[in-house]
């Protein structure tokens, strides 16, 4: 993605549309809501990420003579049409919460402001980019909550479907929390820690464990976590680790940084063992990796069991995110100019409820409770809405509208999440690196309730929507309601 143009990373029928679009000469400006309607694993939460992709898509977004050339090949489009996109570029306004947020189903993680062309082009490739990393930054989050405090190491780059998705989910998983990754590849792009220890071929490769271990140590004094169960954890890999240490203590090489890594059997077992052998011979700062298809549900058992690990490997369950492979993010249209230049706000229906959009051009506020800086809400506006925080505040679920709380003024402050990313065509914002996003999805996340963070049944947080968002969405129901009557 690094250096392809992706303009061409896009549904068939996004280009057919645009085609008829132009041929009936239509291209009003519109309002586009990217958003999800469900958290990963039934989570309380999500990790909005991918922004920075997203970005660099549309500031190369641009048809060239070889892409014109193969949409004429398809028997498609029209000269008058290919030659339109020739000229191609994006002149709208886009905004976004920023990478590294914590959000909540149904708000806008990316608002498109554009003519409808343009808007309709860009859907399928800025679902592809925000979908995946979004996913993988949850599962990120999610596994790094379960070690409470261990460091977590990405290494799922073997498992990953395909290079993009391992070298951008990796570079997601640390967004999310992750300390580092073994993808070299996104250590290079994004500039972050690569890890990584020694594969089992290398104990194999050698005469005996021992010479392994040892040559290993020697070239690595600084960073030395050795593999202890290639062929018997407790009697061959931790006494060969023990005795590895102490050559390099004997032969005045002193290690700043050591330990070794479990692969395999029963790591809370294990573990215990390996560390009580370890402080017995004298290394207590020696360190207990775990891998072997970790998760943060077994990351959270072996917690429970006191296992004495230090830091996991976690490698294809993050990097798939294998129970919830998709994160399930839509691009729905919220507003069209009518013939007067005014956004006329649109709805869609639909059978099951939580499926009707919410019409209109919209900001997000986040609502924090003043005493414990946490969460209280998320409360979906117009455009042109303003709240004074020393006033109370009623919130009123947007489903089950006989619910509403009601917040003291002065309790509450509030954060306008949506920031300007493009205006008029023009990038305006400049995204942060890597590791400075993960310092921000860490405060992000202490801004979480534990009750949402918990893995099991967790407390869903309110995203409510203002009243005149509320009566605008009701009215449009009532308006369809009745063409619908007009129909039968």
């Known amino acids: 993605m690094s250096t392809m143009n992706l303009t061409l990373l896009t549904d068939f029928y996004e ?43 549309v500031k190369r977004l641009s048809f060239s003579d070889e892409d014109i050339s193969y949409l004429r090949s398809t028997g498609t489009f029209d000269e008058d049409f290919l030659e339109y996109l020739r000229g191609f570029h994006f002149s709208g306004d886009i905004y976004a919460i920023p990478e590294g947020t914590v959000v909540f189903p149904r708000e806008p993680l990316i608002k498109v402001v554009a003519p409808i062309m343009e808007a309709q082009l860009m859907e399928t490739a800025i679902l592809n980019i925000v979908n995946h990393q979004s996913l993988i930054a949850t599962k990120a989050a999610r596994v790094c909550y379960a070690a409470q405090g261990g460091a977590v190491m990405e290494f799922g780059l073997r498992r990953a479907q395909g290079p993009d998705a391992g070298t951008y989910g990796a570079r ?14 996104t250590g290079q792009l994004f500039h972050v820690p690569v890890l990584g220890t020694h594969a089992h071929s290398w104990i194999m490769s050698f005469p005996d464990e021992f010479e392994a271990f040892k040559t290993y140590a020697r070239l690595y004094p600084d960073n030395c976590t050795l593999l202890v169960d290639t062929y018997d954890t407790l009697r061959s890999g931790v006494p060969n680790a023990i005795r590895t240490f102490r050559y390099m203590q004997e032969s005045g090489i002193g290690l700043r940084k050591y ?9 809370a077992y294990m573990s215990k063992k390996a560390r009580a052998m370890l ?3 004298g290394f207590p700062e020696a360190t207990i990796t775990a891998s072997s298809d970790l998760d943060e549900y077994l990351i959270s058992s072996l917690m429970a069991q006191r296992a004495e690990i230090n830091a996991w490997g976690v490698g294809t369950n993050l990097i798939t995110s294998k129970d919830t492979p998709a994160f399930g993010g839509v691009y729905k249209l919220a507003a069209i100019e009518d013939e007067q230049g005014n956004l006329t706000p649109k709805i869609k229906l639909s059978d099951n409820t939580e499926k009707i959009t919410n019409p209109g051009s919209k900001k997000i506020y986040r609502i924090y409770d003043l005493d414990f800086h946490k969460i209280r809400a998320d409360l979906i506006c117009l455009e042109d809405e303003t709240f004074d925080p020393a006033d109370d505040l009623i919130l009123t679920d947007p489903i089950e509208t006989w619910k509403k709380t009601k917040l003291k003024g002065g309790t509450y402050e509030m954060r306008e999440l949506l920031q300007p990313i493009f205006l008029n065509g023009d990038c305006v914002y400049e995204s942060p690196s890597v590791m400075e996003m993960r310092d921000v999805c860490t405060k992000e996340k202490e801004t979480l309730w534990d009750e949402t963070k918990r893995f099991v049944n967790p407390h869903e947080m309110y995203v409510d929507l203002s009243d005149r968002l509320l009566r605008l969405r009701n009215a449009l129901l009532e308006e369809m309601s009745l063409k619908q009557l007009d129909l039968e």
């Open 279 to 281: 402080d017995e011979a």
């Open 172 to 185: 997601a998983a640390v967004i999310g929390g992750c300390c580092g990754t073994s993808n070299v590849l």
């Open 15 to 57: 280009l057919t549309m645009m085609q008829g679009y132009f041929k009936t000469g239509r291209n009003p400006k519109v309002v586009f809501d990217a958003f999800y309607r469900h958290n990963p694993d039934d989570g309380g939460y999500a990790v909005c990420c991918g922004l920075e992709q997203v970005i660099d898509y």
């Open 259 to 267: 330990g070794i890594r479990l692969d395999s059997g029963d790591l």
